[in-house]
């Protein structure tokens, strides 16, 4: 039996996973990623081997991940789309878990969302509550972490938000606004993550920040720190779609799902449980206020990056 020693992060150049990775090399730990980004400049210096998350080719991802003690797992895409979805995302995730119990993966770190349910009509949810399933049936011992929403770096939710603020006269509410959202930085989640890794129980936790707001408290708190405070007004879930899918036509990505106002709406983005991780989004804020929402994140520009960059777009 080879050792095992390895630290495997699941898209080490992506948002969670980059902060996952540096956390484990500032402790010396030997790290490797399973992605298919190539990044034009490398953060990590080449202190990180990469292989390919090719779910086409299942040996591979078991000889990837033969040496692995921790899989760190953040793979999953954020919506259905023609070129990738939930469906996929979870037969993927499966196979991913199935090559780690066939390389012989001593535990697995997984980042789960708030409030998964099997039930759920909405897709992301139910997944996730399928995988969250699909994991503890492997045996493979575990953490799970549900995260609601990250900020941090270019995380693409809040960052989006304070594009809208800045750029219009005025911000559209889903409905009343009422529903609760929590945020956490994302090194927070990357803190709690690699802690976890060195755990032996098997765990599931929310992963949520010291502070809790309403979406229209949320809009409003950004707008404040940029410094474009706007004048909200209440629009229907369905026109609040409509005019997302206009400026997904102007800016060339999807701007927000019917199922993501749905699930938002929900509540489905906050939890009951105590805050675990420590920092402020008002503080936060407060030292980004310069640059948060000066440049448009894309997420099908994260996802649509020249071929020679990107092996394909998680297809099984
Ligand atoms: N971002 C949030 O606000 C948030 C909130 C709650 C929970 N989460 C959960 O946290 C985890 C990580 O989120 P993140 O924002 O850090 O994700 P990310 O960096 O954008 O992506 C994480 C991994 O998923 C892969 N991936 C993402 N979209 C894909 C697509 N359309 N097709 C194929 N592969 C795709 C990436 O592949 P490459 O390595 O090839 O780029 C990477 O390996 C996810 O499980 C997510 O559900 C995120």
Redesign the pocket.
């Known amino acids: 039996m080879n050792i095992k020693t390895i630290h495997t992060v699941?898209?080490a150049?992506?948002?969670?996973?980059r902060f996952i990775a540096r956390r484990l090399l500032r402790e010396n730990l030997p790290v490797e990623t399973l992605?298919?980004?190539r990044p034009a400049a490398d953060p990590f210096a080449g202190r990180v081997a990469t292989h390919p998350?090719d779910f086409a080719d299942f040996p591979s991802l078991v000889r990837a991940l033969s040496a692995t003690a921790v899989l760190y797992n953040?793979?999953?895409?954020?919506f259905d789309h023609s070129a990738?979805n939930h469906e996929t995302a979870v037969r993927n995730t499966r196979l991913l878990f199935a090559a780690a119990q066939e390389a012989g993966v001593r535990r697995i770190v997984h980042?789960?969302?708030t409030n998964p349910d099997e039930n759920s009509p909405l897709p992301y949810f139910r997944g996730?509550a399928q995988l969250e399933r699909a994991l503890r049936e492997t045996g493979i011992p575990h953490s799970i972490l549900r995260?609601?929403?990250?900020f941090g770096d270019n995380?693409?939710?809040l960052n989006n938000i304070a594009w809208m603020l800045r750029r219009f006269p005025c911000f559209g509410i889903f409905g009343k606004g009422n529903y609760r959202i929590e945020p956490v930085h994302v090194d927070d989640l990357a803190a709690i993550a690699v802690a976890e890794g060195k755990e032996k129980r098997d765990t599931c936790l929310d992963v949520k920040g010291p502070e809790s707001f309403t979406y229209r408290e949320l809009v409003e708190t950004i707008g404040r720190a940029i410094g474009h405070p706007r004048p909200l007004f209440r629009l229907s879930p369905k026109i609040g779609y409509a005019i997302g899918t206009l400026l997904g036509k102007c800016t060339g990505d999807v701007v927000i799902t019917r199922e993501e106002i749905q699930g938002l709406m929900a509540g489905l983005l906050a939890t009951s449980a105590p805050g675990n991780a420590p920092t402020r989004l008002t503080e936060w804020l407060v030292e980004n206020a310069k640059t948060l929402g000066t440049v448009y994140q894309s997420e099908l520009q994260?996802?649509a990056s020249p071929p020679s960059n990107?092996r394909r777009?998680?297809a099984a």
């Open positions: 699941t898209g150049f992506g948002l969670s996973g992605t298919n980004t998350l953040t793979y999953w895409v954020r990738f980042v789960s969302i996730k995260p609601a929403v990250l995380a693409i939710l994260r996802r990107r777009f998680g």
